[in-house]
T-cell receptor, first 114, second 114 residues
Framework: EDKVVQSPLSLVVHEGDTVTLNCSYE??????LLWYKQEKKAPTFLFML????IEKKSGRLSSILDKKELFSILNITATQTGDSAIYLC??????????????FGTGTLLAVQP | EAGVAQSPRYKIIEKRQSVAFWCNPI?????LYWYQQILGQGPKLLIQ????????DSQLPKDRFSAERLKGVDSTLKIQPAKLEDSAVYLC????????????FGQGTRLTVV
């Protein structure tokens, strides 16, 4: 059975700290790993990773995938209170393919205190 | 580009009652997902449509849940009869199958069964 595991389940930090969120997976027919941020209800897309060792970066957020060890990390530097959210990791489709479902982990709840 | 639209935003029903949720995906998106997200957990896939056909409904409790996507555009998810454990946020997402891999989520419907 396909499985996506995230750690830690929750994390409390202070503004300015750097955090690392982890996602490991065991899936058949891996194609891509996606990170989402969920603040209220709708998850919003952050990154999609398909190749090992290539860092994706957006502002203070960055992510990298290791397909050999089957995990990904999401880094957030200089955290702000607005980064408080649930961060979801999902394994899913790359380009094309109608039958690829997104399988989500349980998420990491990040709370950034002022 | 308009996002994924869902309604209602909130619904409170008594157990054993019926409820229906509606989703209008982003125009042109062939793939549509319904997810159930129980508090403290990651989204769990209930059903995936490709146009108006079901691709995956392996985790849909078919004795009480049903979904359809007539004409391959908007979709409805129904629960009949509802149980207390159905209390969750129901998220609809859509994806352009043959262009990019990320799915775009609606705001969700928060269902409370009392």
């Amino acid at each position: 059975e396909d499985k996506v595991v995230q750690s830690p389940l929750s994390l409390v930090v202070h503004e300015g700290d750097t955090v690392t969120l982890n996602c490991s997976y065991e899936v058949t027919n891996f194609r891509s790993l996606l990170w989402y941020k969920q603040e209220k209800k709708a998850p919003t897309f952050l990154f999609m990773l398909t190749s090992s060792g290539i860092e994706k970066k957006s502002g203070r957020l960055s992510s990298i995938l290791d397909k050999k060890e089957l995990f990904s990390i999401l880094n957030i530097t200089a955290t702000q209170t607005g980064d408080s959210a649930i961060y979801l990791c999902a394994v899913g489709p790359a380009y094309g393919g109608a039958t690829n479902k997104l399988i989500f982990g349980t998420g990491t709840l990040l709370a950034v205190q002022p | 580009e308009a996002g994924v639209a869902q309604s209602p935003r909130y619904k409170i029903i008594e157990k054993r009652q019926s409820v229906a949720f509606w989703c209008n995906p982003i125009s042109g998106h062939a793939t549509l997902y319904w997810y159930q997200q129980i508090l403290g957990q990651g989204p769990k896939l209930l059903i995936q449509f490709q146009n108006n056909g079901v691709v995956d409904d392996s985790q849909l409790p078919k004795d009480r849940f049903s979904a359809e996507r007539l004409k391959g555009v908007d979709s409805t998810l129904k629960i009949q009869p509802a149980k207390l454990e159905d209390s969750a946020v129901y998220l609809c997402a859509s994806r352009p199958s043959f262009r990019t891999g990320e799915a775009f989520f609606g705001q969700g419907t928060r269902l409370t069964v009392v």
